[in-house]
């Protein structure tokens, strides 16, 4: 498994450093597509760019690595508890609690926390929290044009009986106002 | 051959001077309030300090916390490369380097916050807080840097600022004006000063960038400080040069050089007038 995000994420590195890479290719067919296009000029900056940057990051990393550290593993301040444990880890919806309080007013949050048992709020034995976030655009202009096409499609089917008899009649009956059409436009 | 003297000079200083820039704002911070302020070279003691001391490491750290400190202070180092100072030019200038300043400032930024959730969970709101306020301030950054950039035809820092040094004063555009109130605005949350963040703040519920970097202690810290400095310097600079470049020296004689450092001194004493003002 980690395989695979591993590849991936050696790709993103090295088109980053080196994006030339991919980015000449990626040129030649925009060339074939656009009239009169050309290549970028940045492509010609990157070979001269390469070098650089990795020199200054290596003599960087070679400073900073010079620095004496005299290293100590210790227990650090677990919030007046008696020790750190893996349950006050920083979840990643706690991370992006800031974000979606800044953004609540495009996703407005639907949330829930349930503490049971009810009747004692301060010695809860579970808490139980749900959050769904839709946009704004999907509640407002998505949901309510599919809940339309739904309800139309829905009162369409009442013509699809199953019935051959019915079918017939629908094809000897559009055959019947085509022709009144046809002879009214004449 | 001269020109990159000059350049590694006006690095080293942006570089060196920058804890004494830090010191600078404390100082005029502590003069409009009536005390008297610290010496103006105690960064460097407590930087030294910090140098000398042992790195405590929390249990739970992963070999990411202790590299976190380092890919900050590298970033940073290059990002100051970029911008001209004193002289027109500089160290690590090429097309579309202001693309590079900005994500090197990103990478910084989340190598610390992925240290920081190694920590305790007060690191950890404060790197979610600083991932905030970056994914915020990064779109109206790189916005107002482009818009300078098209307003002057160029992708590279310096060539901008010698654009702007051959228009005339009195000649600004709208643009100018819209994208360096932006830009000062989007200055103060990247290096994490009032109102969006206080440095100097106590108390962990309002901390962004301090909670973040908790946990750290040491030479790692030492690092931290020193290239959140650096940023400092780096970011003000940057702004001198896109919008306000008049006096940056024209040609390499020592004596424009010379009134090009003492107007940059006079220049910087405004902008950080402006910023302790805020507080």
């Avoid at chain 1, 301040?77 to 992006?96: D, H, K, N, V």
């Avoid at chain 2, 060196?16 to 008297?36: D, N």
């Avoid at chain 2, 000398?52 to 990411?64: C, F, H, M, N, Q």
Wanted: contains cysteine.
């Amino acid at each position: 498994m980690r395989f695979a995000t591993g590849v991936l994420a050696l790709a993103c590195a090295s088109v980053g450093v080196y994006p030339a890479l991919l980015l000449r290719p990626l040129s030649l067919v925009a060339n074939g597509l656009i009239p009169y296009g050309n290549a970028p000029q940045e492509l010609s900056v990157l070979p001269k760019l390469l070098p650089i940057l990795s020199l200054c990051v290596l003599g960087a990393v070679l400073i900073a690595l010079a620095i004496p550290r005299v290293i100590r593993v210790t227990a650090i301040w677990a919030c007046g508890l008696p020790q750190i444990s893996p349950r006050m880890e920083y979840t990643a919806t706690a991370f992006s609690k800031p974000l979606r309080s800044v953004f609540a007013t495009v996703y407005k949050a639907d949330r829930k926390i349930e503490v049971l048992p009810a009747d004692q709020p301060y010695f809860p034995v579970t808490v139980s929290y749900r959050s769904v976030r839709t946009t704004s655009f999907e509640r407002s202009l998505y949901r309510p044009a599919v809940d339309a096409i739904v309800a139309a499609a829905n009162q369409i089917r009442r013509l699809h009986t199953g019935n051959v008899q019915m079918y017939l009649l629908y094809i000897f009956l559009t055959l019947v106002s085509l022709l009144v059409v046809v002879k009214a436009l004449q | 051959m001269t020109t990159i003297a000059v350049n590694v000079l006006q690095y080293l200083v942006l570089v060196l001077s920058a804890p004494l820039l830090r010191a600078l704002i404390a100082r005029i911070k502590a003069t409009l309030q009536r005390r008297q302020g610290s010496n103006l070279w105690r960064p460097y003691a407590d930087l030294l300090k910090l140098f000398r001391k042992e790195d405590l490491v929390p249990p739970t750290a992963s070999p990411l916390f202790r590299l976190a400190p380092t890919v900050l202070t590298v970033s940073t180092l290059v990002t100051a490369a970029m911008v001209p100072t004193v002289y027109q030019s500089a160290l690590l200038g090429f097309a579309g380097d202001f693309i590079v300043l900005v994500y090197l400032f990103a990478l910084g930024r989340f190598f610390m916050g992925l240290g920081a959730l190694d920590g305790s969970s007060f690191a950890g709101m404060g790197a979610s807080r600083e991932a905030m306020v970056s994914a915020l301030a990064e779109a109206p950054l790189f916005l107002g840097l482009v818009a300078v950039a098209i307003l002057a035809r160029q992708g590279n820092i310096v060539e901008i600022a010698r654009w702007t040094l051959s228009q005339n004063f009195f000649d600004v555009s709208a643009v100018h004006a819209v994208a360096f109130v932006a830009l000062a605005i989007v200055a103060i949350a990247e290096t994490g000063r009032m109102p969006v963040d206080n440095p100097t703040t106590h108390l962990e519920l309002t901390m962004i960038h301090e909670a973040m970097v908790l946990e750290y202690s040491g030479p790692s810290l030492a690092l931290i400080e020193w290239a959140q400095a650096i940023k400092l310097s780096t970011v003000l600079s940057l702004l001198i040069s896109l919008f306000a470049p008049w006096g940056m020296a024209p040609n390499l004689a020592l004596s424009s050089l010379a009134a090009r450092g003492g107007s940059s001194s006079l220049r910087r004493e405004p902008d950080n007038n402006g910023d302790a003002h805020d507080r």
